[in-house]
């Protein structure tokens, strides 16, 4: 889809679909909106807001077919914004989304027009209007048909253009630096979506360290087994040792052309499959472990775009790629691991691998000198009992940043919930031959699981988020995205660009 801005009349722009919208409550409309509603003879007001009752709700649409050729378009569509109260930034993306999906039911619309929804009479900043939009149609237009035969990839609407018509030309700029950027950012997410969509048996360790590689702009270390060896990550190899697919260890490097002197160092889980290990997970649990590598393809998909949006800070991107598999090689519960820090692990469960692998990919951050240090791993199934498939948990050593993570999340609208790490979750993991255990009790799995981690990490501006209910979604959100989710490609991004509009 091709997204774009035009200085131009919007009753007079040919295309199948024109968008407008309507605040809850309005009886007159003024704006674009307006002008639509006077070149048609005034539907807009007698008919569908006086006769059909058309509130203007978030998320509702009215279709008015054009007659008569009273303007060029085939068909108006009118988009509820709610109350006016109540629109903002994510509300807009949301909408945005809803548009392009409510477009996507007539295959035949492939050419939208549509004013700057919120830049009028919602009183928000031009760019950031233009930078929502763009994101949330992008991110309702993805689709993965890789696998679909021809006969049924075009049974799904696909759409073509979409022009924001503005005729106030001071305001040009500010929309196409938007719709850059809000596309980009889109762009990155859907990157990751397909890394996790695709078959796990495409979607190998090896395979994954060549998507990194082909990366633009972006220097580039492929550790192999040997290597990994030679480094002392224990705790990783055991992990890989039950697969015929041999571990790859990815180390990105992003160095900015205008520096600021940062530094910070992002850890993506990259599971590509896991089968539970020994600990063999029932058929029901397995069926969709491909996607336990979301947090490698969210650094993979920030990273595709870092030079594109011109981020100031040098950045890190650390994945320990590997497979759990079940073999007569597999890892087994009872065996002692030596971590790259020289710590041991009793194996208490096989299917606890992500943080055995995050360990040693923890150390090797802590080597880099670096200001920060971020992980995101599809980690425990406790945190998704604990607060489903709408937000993360976030949970670190250093306040601020943990709560600088959280006020971006709300400008992504990718929720995160902190959740403690307390000494007494400490307890749960003493081993009696080890120094520590893989897992603890059943309660508090997730923060137990950060406690874990914390072991293995000497910054003490560390932050780990835990993605295991947000990467994969069965039923589609509010802006229809199923399946993989690219979860927080556009916090990170949002995080590292320093965007603060709400």
């Known amino acids: 889809m091709k997204i774009s801005v035009k200085n131009a009349d919007i009753k007079n722009e040919v295309c199948d679909v024109v968008v407008i919208n309507l605040f809850e409550g309005v009886k007159n409309p003024s704006g674009a909106t307006g002008v639509i509603n006077e070149a048609v003879n005034n539907k807009i007001v007698d008919y569908i807001i006086n006769m059909e009752d058309f509130k203007g709700e978030f998320g509702t649409f009215y279709?008015?077919?054009?007659?008569?050729?009273?303007?060029?378009?085939?068909?108006?569509?009118?988009?509820?914004?709610?109350?006016?109260?109540?629109?903002?930034?994510?509300?807009?993306?949301?909408?945005?989304?809803?548009?392009?999906?409510?477009c996507k039911k007539n295959k035949k619309d492939k050419n939208i027009v549509s004013i700057l929804h919120g830049a009028g009479e919602g009183e928000l900043c031009t760019k950031c209007c233009a930078k929502m939009i763009a994101e949330g149609i992008t991110i309702a237009n993805y689709k993965f048909d890789k696998y679909l035969s021809d006969e049924d990839k075009n049974k799904t609407a696909q759409i073509e253009n979409f022009i924001i018509c503005e005729n106030d030309e001071t305001k040009i700029e500010k929309i196409k630096e938007g719709l850059y950027i809000g596309e980009t950012i889109a762009k990155a997410s859907n990157f990751a979506k397909d890394l996790i969509n695709e078959a796990a048996y495409v979607m190998t360790p090896n395979k994954l360290s060549e998507v990194a590689k082909s990366i633009d702009e972006v220097d580039i270390k492929i550790y192999d087994k040997k290597d990994i060896e030679k480094m002392d990550m224990g705790a990783y190899l055991a992990v890989a040792r039950g697969?015929?697919?041999?571990?790859?260890?990815?180390?990105?490097?992003?160095?900015?052309?205008?520096?600021?002197?940062?530094?910070?160092?992002?850890?993506?889980?990259?599971?590509?499959?896991?089968?539970?290990?020994?600990?063999?997970?029932?058929?029901?649990?397995?069926?969709?472990?491909?996607?336990?590598?979301?947090?490698?393809?969210?650094?993979?998909?920030?990273?595709?775009?870092?030079?594109?949006?011109?981020?100031?800070?040098?950045?890190?991107?650390?994945?320990?790629?590997?497979?759990?598999?079940?073999?007569?090689?597999?890892?087994?519960?009872?065996?002692?691991?030596?971590?790259?820090?020289?710590?041991?692990?009793?194996?208490d469960n096989t299917d606890a691998e992500g943080r055995l692998t995050l360990a040693d990919a923890l150390c090797f951050a802590d080597e880099l000198n670096v200001d920060e240090v971020i992980d995101v791993a599809t980690l425990t199934g406790a945190c998704m009992v604990a607060l489903g498939t709408c937000a993360s948990g976030i949970m670190g050593t250093n306040q601020e940043l943990i709560n600088k993570l959280i006020e971006v999340s709300k400008v992504s609208d990718e929720k995160l919930w902190q959740l403690p790490l307390y000494e007494e979750y400490d307890k749960s993991l003493k081993s009696d031959i080890a120094d520590m255990k893989n897992t603890g009790s059943r309660y508090a799995g997730a923060s137990t699981a950060g406690v874990f981690l914390s072991k293995f990490i000497k910054n003490k501006n560390w932050a780990h988020i835990d993605i295991a209910g947000t990467a994969f979604l069965e039923k589609p959100d509010k802006y229809g995205v199923k399946m993989a989710n690219g979860a927080m490609v556009r916090t990170l991004l949002y995080y590292l660009k320093e965007c603060k509009c709400k």
């Open 63 to 102: 279709t008015l077919p054009v007659l008569n050729n009273e303007i060029a378009a085939k068909k108006i569509l009118i988009a509820g914004l709610g109350k006016k109260e109540d629109f903002n930034l994510n509300k807009l993306r949301e909408l945005s989304a809803k548009i392009i999906n409510e």
């Open 243 to 347: 697969s015929v697919n041999e571990p790859k260890f990815i180390h990105l490097t992003y160095k900015p052309k205008n520096p600021n002197g940062k530094k910070v160092a992002i850890i993506g889980k990259g599971i590509t499959f896991d089968s539970g290990g020994m600990d063999l997970k029932p058929p029901s649990s397995m069926l969709n472990m491909k996607d336990d590598m979301s947090g490698a393809a969210c650094v993979i998909g920030l990273f595709s775009v870092l030079n594109e949006l011109n981020i100031n800070t040098e950045v890190h991107g650390i994945i320990a790629a590997c497979e759990n598999m079940i073999s007569g090689c597999a890892y087994k519960p009872g065996d002692i691991l030596k971590a790259k820090n020289g710590k041991t692990i009793e194996v």
